[in-house]
C-alpha cells in the first residue's frame, strides 16, 4: 500500500467519521487531486 492510499484511506475515515461527510462529497474532493497527480506524473517524468 503506497502513502497515497493510505492517506486517502485515513481521510476518508476522517471526512465520515468526524466531518459526517457523505462519501460521494469526498469523492469530489479527491477525485481533481488524482487528476491533477496523474497530469504532473507525466510532465514530471
Known sequence: MNSTALTTAW???????????MPIKITFIFAPARVLD??????VN
Do not use: K
Request: proline share 0%; net charge neutral.
Open 38 to 43: 496523474a497530469a504532473i506524473s507525466v510532465v
Open 11 to 21: 481521510l476518508l475515515y476522517f471526512y465520515t467519521t468526524f466531518c459526517g461527510m
